[in-house]
């Protein structure tokens, strides 16, 4: 008898391990023995990132299509001090309505195991317990699906393949006014909107902050426009006030902006298609045929709406009298890169607020206060770099947030700051440079809307709007600072190989129509450590030379590759792009290693295999 199964590099998977324990089992506390006969996906993530909370997206129509064959395990994976909370993470498995298992790995044990370099990573496991492939990004979930596929065959025909249901036990909803609310608006009237993002509803609260005067929107994920009680949103997030009196809603999830008429509660579509925006969409056109990605917050600044484009790092513009949307600034690489906004280089934006002439905005992902001038340059007041964070204030070059996403424009000119992960409130006094501390105290803030001489504050994890009167001198606390808890990768000085591992998906090929169908970038903090092999090209393999003078920093590096499906008579085949950003910390040391694998897709071969 012949073997039919195709032939994979496996290797055996190590136990699953976290300190924080596990969630959405109802207690139940699982090891991969438990878990055999069934495939499963780990999904290494942490909350703050947002090509994670695609992934999440992305895996829900595999969940219910293979639901009784496939485990879904969401190994959480923290960045931020904040992310290693168990709390923190059970809030943001609710928040996000992740509904299927997730272990809480806080000390980063199972990521270390599996060798993770990169949020989010994907790792398939065989039902006899076998790494089978593993992919880093988003855009794989096509090949898994396959994937997948073949393995329910191959061990339905072997025995080893368990049916049945799996060990997602749903929480307990919660009865509050709000759930994880994100950004909130004051309306002319004095009442104030609320995006209650993780019920996918706007809910309009009085001058109180408390009472319900209505509800816009089903309450369940959809992308229907319609009356207040037929419109549907997907994890609504930023809103922002037109010169008609209408209200835009950044539809997240949607990934698109909507149309509030406050006098009927009337919801329309004012840009996106509903499908997340990748690499070769447009950039610009006709707004309701143009892809976006994750627009998290809007502001009206010189005229148009600005829109904090998250899911690819970019500030977009909508202009509401064109009915156009366009880039405005950033070039989809994460960092922190000041200068003409087609050159500056952004990590997940997700607050904007507008003064006359500044646009200010929370850059999250690299604990950064920012803005951009009339002349279209980007400038940081606060912030160095998508590895340093903490809670520090006083001038502005030293001082330090953890992962804001909102800021506010005061009467005085400074800006109110909602340092989400301190639990903080913020202040930037432009005038001295200086940075202060508001409140403490509050929970995962988000947003803040003034309201006379108060400031009310979205408090996102404790699910209320609470209104703090502007202190007139702030808050003093202890400075700490952090650096990310990913332990450095020790390199040999000198040269080293960097091999980005892309194998196409079963079914298909690199797509080279339109010329070279991969890309890599490579830069590094700081600058020197890189003698050679810094810059852009097609080969997704590079020798590298790193300055034995440098003793540590961060390697950063993006890749790029499509393909499609392999099928000579289909003239128009089903294409996809995969990509993915590292940013590895290194350590040069003597002895180290002189080769730094990345897998985008598939796995590396030089890796011992077993079974």
Not at 122 to 135: F, K, M, N, R
Not at 209 to 223: D, H, K, M, S, W
Not at 480 to 490: D, W
Request: proline share 6%; aromatic share 6%.
């Amino acid at each position: 008898m012949t073997d039919s199964a195709p032939r994979r590099a496996r290797v055996r998977a190590p136990e699953l391990i976290g300190k924080g324990g596990w969630l959405n089992t109802g207690e139940t506390q699982y090891t991969l023995a438990d878990l055999r006969g069934r495939i499963v996906v780990l999904d290494f993530w942490t909350f703050c990132c947002i090509n994670c909370l695609h992934v999440l997206d992305e895996l829900r129509e595999l969940e219910e299509k293979h639901r009784d064959t496939l485990v879904v395990i969401g190994v959480h994976s923290p960045k931020f001090v904040h992310e290693a909370e168990h709390q923190a993470v059970a809030d943001a498995v609710e928040r996000y309505g992740v509904a299927h298992p997730v272990l809480d790995d806080p000390e980063l044990a199972t990521w270390k195991q599996y060798a993770v370099r990169a949020w989010p990573t994907l790792v398939v496991i065989d039902p006899e317990g076998y790494v089978v492939a593993q992919h880093a990004g988003e855009g794989h979930v096509h090949a898994i699906e396959r994937l997948v596929t073949e393995l329910e065959a191959e061990h339905e025909a072997k025995g080893t393949l368990r049916r049945g249901d799996g060990p997602y036990v749903p929480p307990e909803p919660e009865p509050t006014t709000l759930r994880f609310p994100g950004k909130a608006l004051l309306l002319p009237s004095g009442t104030f909107l609320v995006s209650d993002t993780t019920r996918h509803q706007l809910v309009e609260l009085a001058g109180d902050a408390e009472t319900v005067v209505r509800r816009i929107g089903a309450g369940t994920r959809g992308f229907t426009d319609g009356g207040p009680g037929e419109a549907t949103f997907n994890e609504p997030q930023g809103l922002a006030l037109l010169d008609d009196g209408s209200v835009v809603v950044a539809d997240t999830v949607n990934h698109a902006l909507r149309r509030l008429d406050p006098a009927t509660g009337e919801v329309t579509t004012l840009a996106g298609t509903g499908k997340q925006w990748w690499q070769g969409s447009a950039t610009s056109g006709p707004a309701r045929e143009v892809d976006l990605s994750s627009p998290w917050d809007v502001a009206v600044f010189g005229g148009k709406v600005w829109i904090a484009m998250a899911g690819v790092h970019q500030l977009w513009t909508y202009d509401p009298a064109g009915r156009t949307v366009a880039v405005a600034a950033g070039t989809t690489n994460e960092g922190l890169v000041d200068g003409p906004a087609a050159e500056a280089w952004f990590a997940q934006p997700s607050g904007l607020a507008a003064t006359a002439d500044r646009l200010w905005l929370a850059d999250s992902e690299t604990s950064a206060l920012r803005w951009v001038d009339p002349d279209g340059q980007v400038h940081t007041a606060v912030g160095t770099g998508l590895f340093d964070f903490g809670h520090r204030d006083g001038a502005a070059g030293q001082a330090l947030l953890q992962h804001p996403l909102g800021v506010t424009a005061l009467p005085d000119g400074s800006v109110a700051v909602a340092d989400t992960y301190n639990h903080a409130l913020r202040r930037y006094d432009p005038a001295t440079g200086e940075v202060t501390t508001l409140a403490t105290d509050l929970r995962e803030p988000s947003d803040a809307v003034l309201a006379g001489g108060d400031i009310v504050v979205v408090e996102s994890a404790r699910h209320r709007l609470t209104r703090l009167r502007l202190p007139e001198e702030a808050v003093r606390v202890e400075s700490v600072a952090h650096r990310t808890r990913r332990a450095a990768t020790e390199v040999t000085p000198g040269a080293l190989r960097l091999d980005v591992i892309f194998q196409a998906p079963a079914g298909q090929k690199l797509d080279t129509r339109y010329g070279p169908s991969t890309r890599l970038l490579v830069s590094a903090t700081p600058p020197e450590l890189l003698l050679k092999g810094e810059g852009a090209d097609t080969d997704l393999s590079r020798d590298l030379e790193l300055n034995p003078a440098v003793t540590e920093g961060v390697l950063h590096v993006s890749a790029m590759a499509a393909s499609c499906d392999d099928d000579p008579a289909n003239a128009y085949p089903a294409c996809h792009v995969h990509q993915q950003d590292w940013g590895v910390p290194v350590r040069l040391t003597e002895g180290g290693a002189d080769r730094l694998p990345l897998v985008l897709a598939g796995m590396d071969e030089t890796a011992p295999a077993q079974g």
